[in-house]
């Protein structure tokens, strides 16, 4: 598999993408981290060609970092800040949707900038809370406006389903990706918007592809898997209303054994089976919380899932439920247990 993805004209990605998620502020539910490792971890994904890293206005503390980590860039012999590409994300406050003008946006792209060290945005991933609030397609026109000043270099858009994308790309707004949830055990791209984004030449960017780190080899044959993080709180409830906890240790061991055949890990396996689906121009952002996982994610790449093993993991997977609706639906569901987790106030704070 090539180990980049030419996401716009003359502009690469790696296909493992660095997830920040993980290094905001109150993500992580007990203990703390170190972010002395977690730097290091960042020098230790970009030497080995793992280059892409992706954060948001919202997580709180995160593009700060990742601007420090440019600065040691700058300072450094090794790989350049040229070399590294930042994915932000333009997310306003669910109460703010109303007011959102030409103005807002700006004051948003320029403080990430400012945090990011950055003279311009690599890409930009636009998120709306409520399609019922008009001014989507207006605030991605003012993303747009935005490039053409140089602000930004590339636009994408976060958690929006095919007939929302449509209207922004209708209105258009180069779109280059989109960012959705897509696991082996949460399938609801799979449903229209993989096809809108083929016909369209617009990249999948998948997240929770190792379900928060449920994913992997540390839980294989546990009775419970209490959430350490505010992400596993949410792939806890997708399990629920999807494998069930006996579907997905069933899930566990035939990813465990077609990993261990192909010496690589759960983990690598899981991230596979979604980077391999056919004629998807995609990549996986995988979380980052330490430098512990940065050698086995650098060898998400470096094998190939056969035909057979993944008609094996569809096959299982066919015994159970797909999760309701279109991509991020059941987040924007009032009273659904999917939304009651969120936090849409965050850019403000
Ligand atoms: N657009 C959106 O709305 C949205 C939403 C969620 C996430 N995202 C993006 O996607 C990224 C991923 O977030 P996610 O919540 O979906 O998490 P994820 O990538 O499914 O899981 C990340 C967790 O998996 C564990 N892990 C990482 N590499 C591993 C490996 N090789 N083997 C075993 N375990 C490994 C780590 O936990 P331990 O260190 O504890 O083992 C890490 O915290 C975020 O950082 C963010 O950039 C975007």
């Known amino acids: 598999m090539e180990k980049r993805l030419d ?164 209105a258009g707004v180069p779109v280059v990706s989109v960012q959705a949830q897509y696991s082996v055990f949460d399938r609801r791209p799979e449903k229209r918007l993989l096809d809108y984004c083929k016909a369209n030449n617009i990249a999948v960017l998948c997240y929770g592809t190792l379900a928060g780190g ?38 566990l061991e035939l990813l465990g054994n077609i990993a261990q055949k192909h010496a690589v890990s759960i983990a690598n396996a899981a991230t596979r089976f979604i980077l391999d689906q056919p004629g998807m121009r995609s990549a996986a952002i995988v979380g980052v919380r330490s430098s512990r996982h940065v050698a086995s994610n650098a060898k998400a790449l470096s094998f190939e899932l056969s035909a057979a093993d993944i008609a094996e993991i569809r096959q299982y997977l066919d015994n159970y439920a797909v999760l309701d609706g279109e991509p991020f639906e059941l987040e924007r569901t009032i009273g659904s247990k999917y939304r009651e987790i969120m936090k849409m106030n965050l850019s403000e704070e």
Not at 117 to 139: I, K, S
Not at 149 to 159: C, E, L, P, S, V
Not at 215 to 242: C, F, H
């Open 214 to 251: 449920y994913l992997a080899e540390r839980w294989r044959g546990s009775a419970m898997a209490k959430p350490e993080t505010r992400s596993q709180v949410k792939y806890l409830q997708v399990i629920e209303d999807t494998l069930g906890w006996k579907g997905y240790q069933g899930l």
């Open 7 to 170: 996401l716009a004209p003359g502009y690469s990605i790696s296909r493992v993408i660095n997830g920040c998620w993980q290094l905001s502020e109150g993500h992580t539910l007990r203990g703390g981290l170190d972010f002395k490792d977690v730097m290091r971890a960042f020098h230790m994904l970009a030497d080995q060609g793992l280059t892409t890293f992706d954060c948001a206005d919202i997580y709180t503390g995160v593009e700060e970092f990742l601007g420090e980590f440019v600065k040691e860039l700058k300072g450094s012999s090794g790989v350049s800040p040229d070399d590294i590409q930042i994915h932000t994300k333009y997310v306003p406050d669910i109460d703010a949707l109303s007011r959102v003008d030409f103005q807002y946006t700006e004051n948003i792209i320029d403080r990430s900038l400012k945090r990011l060290n950055r003279d311009a945005l690599d890409l930009v991933q636009f998120h709306w809370w409520d399609y019922a609030v008009p001014g989507a397609v207006e605030a991605a026109g003012h993303m747009k406006k935005l490039k053409d000043k140089g602000k930004i270099r590339h636009i994408g858009a976060t958690n929006f389903d095919a007939e929302h994308l449509a209207e922004i790309v209708d």
